[in-house]
């Protein structure tokens, strides 16, 4: 039998379980370094990944609680809890506005601008349909069976709606930080403690708090989050864009947050998803 946590602490519990057994993988393939072959990193970093459910998993099945345990797989499969609007402004608002920025980088450096999506299933169709298999389908469920499947809700009880969400914001933007040492990734291009890294850092609090808020909107939905998380995903892959053209793209995503926060007083339940 596994001890149950106190309900108040039981977050903070998982986020220490899901952060450090991540980390414990991410750190160990940043130390081995060049010793480590391509495909023993990249199951590394499915490892990390796999790591936020099975902290989730392990929290909800150790609490032994059948009427929680059934609403937290409710919270991620329960279509019934999402509505039209609420899908449209998950799926659609962040790729509408990274093509606002392609716009926008395109008329700053006067070209058209680089489907690079496109681009790349055309030259390697077998690779980039595997990265779009993990990147957008794959890791968004797994990361929101723990972030919003588990973890905003208790948050947000205990220190309010937007409280909450900011600080689950803050452990999902520092849960990155292995990556800026791991040769390869995304997060090395941009480097550590640049102004690119904080740029990400950012972009990714605001995705949080804009994930909450369909959260709120959609009866708790963790699956709303997971196709909003996929639509983050897809906006970053869709264009490739000069820094003009990511930094509008992301200050956009940013504006997004802050009208959310204001827009709903710090509720963070957009009333709008449920037309």
Not at 81 to 91: C, D, F, P, T, Y
Not at 243 to 251: E, I, M, N, Q
């Amino acid at each position: 039998m596994i001890n149950q946590a106190p309900s108040a602490s039981r977050p903070w519990y998982f986020l220490l379980a899901a952060v450090g057994s991540s980390w414990t993988f991410w750190w160990l393939a940043v130390a081995l370094g060049g010793r480590i072959s391509h495909s023993l990193s990249t199951l590394m970093l499915i490892a990390g990944v796999l790591c936020i459910p099975v902290s989730a998993l392990y929290f909800v099945f150790g609490a032994q609680d059948v009427a929680a345990s059934r609403e937290y797989w409710h919270r991620i499969f329960d279509v019934r809890r999402l509505s039209v609007g609420g899908i449209l402004i998950a799926v659609v608002v962040l790729p509408g506005l990274a093509c606002v920025a392609a716009v926008v980088d395109g008329f700053s450096k006067q070209r058209m601008p680089n489907f690079a999506l496109l681009h790349g299933l055309v030259l390697q169709p077998v690779l980039i349909l595997k990265a779009l298999g993990f990147g957008l389908v794959v890791a968004p469920f797994l990361e929101e069976m723990g972030w919003r499947g588990y973890a905003l809700k208790p948050l947000q009880a205990q220190y309010g709606a937007l409280a909450g969400a900011l600080m689950l914001a803050c452990v999902h933007a520092a849960w990155h930080l292995p990556l800026f040492f791991l040769a390869g990734t995304y997060q090395d291009k941009l480097g550590i403690l640049t102004v690119d890294f904080w740029r990400f850092m950012v972009s990714v609090a605001a995705f949080d708090v804009i994930a909450a808020a369909l959260f709120g909107a959609m009866k708790e939905s963790a699956l709303a989050a997971i196709l909003f998380h996929f639509s983050f995903n897809l906006a970053g892959m869709l264009f490739d864009l000069s820094p003009v053209g990511t930094w509008s793209r992301d200050a956009f995503t940013v504006a997004l947050s802050v009208i959310v926060i204001f827009g709903t007083r710090g509720r963070l339940r957009m009333a709008q998803a449920y037309s």
